[in-house]
């Protein structure tokens, strides 16, 4: 079968987006009617990386995505043709306006061309908005309304749609990335290793007081802190993770670049550990699945650390964080839009001093996690064959 993904990255600096494509092949290659693969990519990058070789028998087009050009148009006609289903995942979090406006109108243009094909189009698990201004409320509501499926990856953006008077078709399920493989190695240190996930993007809406966030805690001033408070402690090995690396079709200064940011700080707390070589989403997973805890501000560094039995604080800087968190029945999360810097510092030490009650806190919600990607599944298939 042929399907034309949308939202996905197969090669990307930012290894949370990447991870959405490393788990969802193989789900796409667990059902057997849906092989052999024929795999089209609207991708924001030229290339898919080294897909075509762990999916050998999986055939792979790429096309960039420029909406400016009529060429773009053209293959993407083209290839719609013998196509079996559209799978739109906007990066998970990105079908919102959010991030800019151009981004959402860019995003959401090829959906609306997308969705009134005679192609099944189906939204993946994602989160849904916020929608800050009225016309982008509309659109998105224009192009959800003519999905023939509508999948959510929590209950917030589930009962968001509600709101919206979107009822049909949508069924709540799980972030993908929960179910990206991961490996465990034997500990080599009586030490606790406590990895600090600073986000480029948060760390620069901080340096350059722009706030477009809305967050109440000073992010940077809280990663400095809680960096100092940490490297007191003799028992713990302090690890700043990067999920977003340098990429150099995007340069050092992107500002969505994690490793610009610990840099800095590593200048500042040399005795730090920085790794930085991360090449795929399943290198990062592997890196924090060996962790002790994880302090996350990116929401699929977070989801690695909750899959692989980390204990993890989430630094939520959206919705999207409580809504996932909040269906797995894991309280345990800082706030920065509610939270002041000093109430972020004390409740992350207090979770921390308490790792073990956070980990054994996340054994429902990976139970949890089994049953409903078995369902997610299950239900995809049935999906794109009805279509």
Known sequence: MKFVLVGFEFESSNKGCEALSYAVMPMLNSVERFKPLTIVNINIHDSMGEFSKIYPDTKFVNIRMRVKRPSFWKAVREQLKDSDAVLDITHG?????????????????????????KVPFILMPQTYGPFKTGWAKLWAKHVIKHADRVYTRDTLSFNYLKELKIKNNVINTLDLAFAL????????????????????LLWNDCETKANGFGLNVDYCSYCRQLISKLLKNKNYEVVLVPHVLCDEREGLESFENDSKAIRKLVKEFPDCVFPNSFKTALDAKNYIANLDILIAARMHASIAAFSSGVAVIPFAYSRKFEGVYTDLNYPYFIDGKKASTQEALDNTISYIKRYDELRASEEYGRTRL????NTFVQDLERSILRG
């Open 93 to 117: 979090d990105s079908f919102a306006d959010i991030y800019g406006k151009k981004w959402f109108a860019e995003t959401t243009l090829v959906k609306t061309f997308l969705v009134h094909s």
């Open 181 to 200: 493989p991961y490996k465990k190695e034997e500990k080599k240190s009586d030490k606790i290793r406590v990895g600090l996930n600073v986000s480029g």
């Open 370 to 373: 089994t049953e409903m990607k």
